[in-house]
């Protein structure tokens, strides 16, 4: 068998609720030999659409080359192999430095999309990130920590556009996040504390950004969340006075349709 005929495919498992992975990804799982799954992030609850006989093994304690191992064992067979990680694959994945050792080793793959976290937090919040001539602008980022981030994307540097934020991955550093948050939002300005969104353990909490490590502390909150900050938060508690879009504006004139006088 000639393992450049055979793919394997890098799949969003989505923020954890399993109705919300891809159909594409769902039939993936369901004609996948082997589902490698970032266990320490992937609910087991997601495996939910794998064959009968697919083999289901957690990378949680696996090393780079024992992935890879794992992945050329069942490739060079002729056999289906699904790399599943947590929300979309792009973000915060780690799957370039595993793509790039397929490369070297002649094996083809794919990936499929996946919904995110900051995604599925906007949707159960009933918030849009994006609202006219209040933010136009979002931005997904993380918080310098054991993986560093680099100079020019310092949170305090990001912070100060003031615009939609999703902060990933850092709750290890909820009082460095607060006091930079505070410095360019406000204090007294709403932000929101993710946790596990779409899992049966979903907590959602709306504070002052004043009060941000506090909550974090008295909700036993250390990690599986992330930080929502903006003017977009503060709007989906209340929707009113906000400047509305142009797109349903009767008088406004675009490509699908003229203006009424």
């Given amino acids: 068998m000639n393992i450049k005929e055979n793919k394997v ?16 990804t769902m039939n993936a799982l369901k004609n996948a030999d082997l589902i490698i ?32 191992d794992e992945i050329i064992k069942y490739i060079e067979k002729g056999k289906k192999v699904v790399r599943l990680h947590t929300g979309d694959p792009s973000l915060y994945g780690a799957i370039f430095e595993q793509m790039m050792l397929l490369d070297e080793n002649g094996i083809a793959y794919e990936v499929i999309p996946g919904v995110t976290a900051a995604f599925a937090a906007a949707a159960r919040m009933k918030m849009e ?7 136009q602008t979002l931005i997904l980022t993380r918080i310098s920590g054991r993986t560093p981030v680099p100079e020019a994307e310092d949170l305090s540097l990001l912070a100060a556009h003031k615009s939609s934020m999703a902060i990933y991955l850092s709750m290890g550093h909820a009082q460095k996040v607060e006091n930079i948050l505070k410095e360019h939002y406000g204090e ?10 779409s899992h049966p353990e979903e907590k959602i909490i709306t504070t002052r ?9 008295n909700n036993e909150i250390t990690r599986h969340a992330l930080i929502i900050v903006g003017k977009a ?29």
């Fill in 9 to 24: 495919i890098f799949a969003g498992a989505g923020p954890g609720d399993p109705e919300l992975v891809t159909v594409k």
């Fill in 37 to 68: 799954y970032a266990g320490s992030l992937v609910p087991e609850a997601v495996l939910c659409w794998k064959g009968e006989q697919t083999r289901t093994v957690s990378s949680a304690g696996m090393s780079l080359d024992q992935i890879l």
């Fill in 129 to 135: 990130y994006t609202l006219p001539e209040t933010t």
């Fill in 188 to 197: 007294d300005a709403v932000c929101a504390i993710a946790y596990k969104v």
């Fill in 209 to 217: 950004i004043g009060n941000l490590t506090a909550t974090c502390q």
């Fill in 233 to 261: 938060v503060a709007a989906s508690q209340d929707k009113k006075a906000l400047v509305k879009s142009k797109l349903y504006d009767a008088k406004f004139s675009h490509g699908y349709r003229r203006a009424q006088k």
